[in-house]
């Protein structure tokens, strides 16, 4: 019954190694959402996919990146994960802008 | 700017009292919002939605109330259960802006036995 699918649920890695983290989705939605949510704060979106267009957010540092190789699966790349980046990664889709977003259950990152 | 902010951030109820979490903003052309619940280490879980041209929306056992006169809505949750311990987040959809959902801080609800 699961809609929104993240992988892992929890990720360690080591200061400036490179990790990524995935999404996927059986709803069939046009947009898929990259949130950060650092503990006892609200998310806040990275950047989103609307379908193959790639909308990134103005404060979103360089480290992240993200890609979308087809409608179900989105990922999200950090290049060199820094201790300030230890948080929970959320994923969210909708079937357009106007639309209801529905979540994932969260990839928890640790950076050692 | 725009923000959604919350009034208090947490509230203790006794089981089987009714609760009521309050969100103002501050952006009058904003007209979709959304209440999210978020039980420890899950991802934010979709309550219920309301759109300006509504006042009121209803779904089990949640009630959620509009006013654009003051900014002001909020979320009513009848007879809480322990099962409804967890964080709430009022947030806007900002459709003009890619559908970004703007959040407020999060209430956090505990229900005592």
């Known amino acids: 019954d699961a809609m929104v699918i993240q992988n892992p649920r929890y990720q360690v890695t080591q200061f400036g190694k490179p ?3 995935s999404c996927s989705q059986t709803l069939n939605h046009n947009v898929m959402y990259w949130y950060q949510q650092k503990s006892s ?8 996919y609307y379908d193959k267009d790639f909308n990134n957010e103005a404060d979103t540092p360089d ?8 409608t179900s699966f989105c990922f999200l790349d950090i290049r060199s994960p820094g201790l300030g980046d230890a948080a929970m990664y959320l994923c969210a889709t909708s079937r357009s802008y106007t639309d209801t977003q529905y979540f994932g259950p969260g990839t928890r990152l640790t950076v050692l | 700017g725009e923000s959604v902010g919350l009034h208090l951030p947490t509230l203790s109820v006794q089981e089987g009292d009714n609760s009521i979490i309050n969100c103002a903003y501050s952006n009058s052309a904003s ?6 619940k978020q039980e420890s280490g899950k991802g934010p879980q979709f309550i219920i939605d309301i759109r300006s041209n509504m006042d009121k929306r209803q779904g089990q056992r ?4 509009l006013n654009k006169t003051v900014k002001h809505l909020s979320l009513q949750i009848a007879a809480t ?8 987040f009022c947030a806007e959809n900002t ?3 890619g559908g970004k959902l703007i959040f407020g801080q999060g209430t956090e609800l505990s229900v005592k036995p």
């Not at chain 1, 704060?41 to 989103?48: D, I, V």
């Not at chain 1, 480290?63 to 087809?70: L, V």
């Open chain 1, 19 to 21: 990790v990524t983290l």
């Open chain 2, 81 to 88: 259960q322990p099962g409804d311990s967890a964080v709430y």
């Open chain 2, 95 to 97: 459709y003009n802006q």
């Open chain 2, 62 to 65: 949640v009630t959620v109330l």
């Open chain 2, 31 to 36: 007209d979709y919002f959304i209440w999210y």
């Open chain 1, 41 to 48: 704060q609200a998310p806040k979106l990275l950047f989103h």
């Open chain 1, 63 to 70: 480290n992240f990146q993200s890609r979308r190789p087809n």
